[in-house]
């Protein structure tokens, strides 16, 4: 079936140090993913997406690059801040149209320290 | 505009009780999940439903029973609590394109 590994945690980083968080699938077909995070005491929340190969999500200064040739899916940030502290989960899905089950990856706790 | 919300938000039981969390979301999404979250594990999915009037099974379903209400509410049941039980159950409802909102979490622990 369907899955995701994620590196284990805990990344330790330094403010303004630069953040990657490996994410590899396995699926068949052509998946869409996902990065999650969570903030402590709170529910996941959409942190960025890519559907198709080659696609790059990006928000708040993360970005992830849907690489289908080493089924890939990376998380990366230049430049941490203490407020990024948090775990994040990788996911995938079958793509849309139909009913899709997202499968998470373990999830990697960051820690940033100032 | 509440998105997903979960109640209630703590619950401590005991071995043998039984208990209701319950969900609703104002998204208008017809796809409602319910997972549990432990250490270690990341998030398993217990039930789903894909619209109103259906659900099934997911990866640990063992132990739960669901009712999807209408649209809005998706609820997941205990019905005699285990120690094995105690986690934390996240809601979470699907855009069409595929995003999960989730709710805040239920925190259980079973004595």
């Known amino acids: 079936g369907d899955s995701v590994t994620q590196m284990e945690g805990p990344v330790t980083l330094s403010e303004e140090a630069f953040l990657t968080i490996n994410c590899t699938y396995t699926?068949?077909?052509?998946?869409?993913l996902f990065w999650y995070v969570q903030y402590p005491g709170e529910g996941l929340q959409l942190l960025l997406k890519a559907t198709k190969a080659d696609d790059k999500g990006s928000n708040k200064g993360f970005e992830a690059t849907y690489r289908k040739e080493t089924t890939s899916f990376h998380l990366e940030k230049g430049s941490v801040q203490v407020s990024d502290s948090a775990v994040y989960f990788c996911?995938?899905?079958?793509?849309?149209?139909?009913?899709?089950?997202?499968?998470f990856g373990t999830g990697t706790r960051l820690l940033v320290s100032p | 505009n509440a998105g997903v919300t979960q109640t209630p938000k703590f619950q401590v039981l005991k071995t043998g009780q039984s208990m209701t969390l319950q969900c609703a979301q104002d998204m208008n999404h017809n796809s409602m999940y319910w997972y549990r979250q432990d250490p270690g594990m990341g998030l398993r999915l217990i039930y789903y439903?894909?619209?109103?009037?259906?659900?099934d099974k997911g990866e640990v379903p063992n132990g739960y029973n669901v009712s999807r209400l209408n649209k809005r509410e998706f609820s997941l049941r205990l019905e005699s609590a285990a120690p094995s039980q105690t986690s934390v159950y996240f809601c979470?409802?699907?855009?069409?394109?595929?995003?999960?909102?989730f709710g805040e979490g239920s925190r259980l622990t079973v004595l």
């Open positions: 979470a409802t699907r855009r069409v394109t595929g995003e999960l909102f």
């Open positions: 439903s894909a619209s109103e009037g259906t659900t």
């Open positions: 699926a068949t077909g052509y998946p869409s």
């Open positions: 996911a995938l899905s079958d793509p849309p149209p139909g009913f899709q089950k997202l499968v």
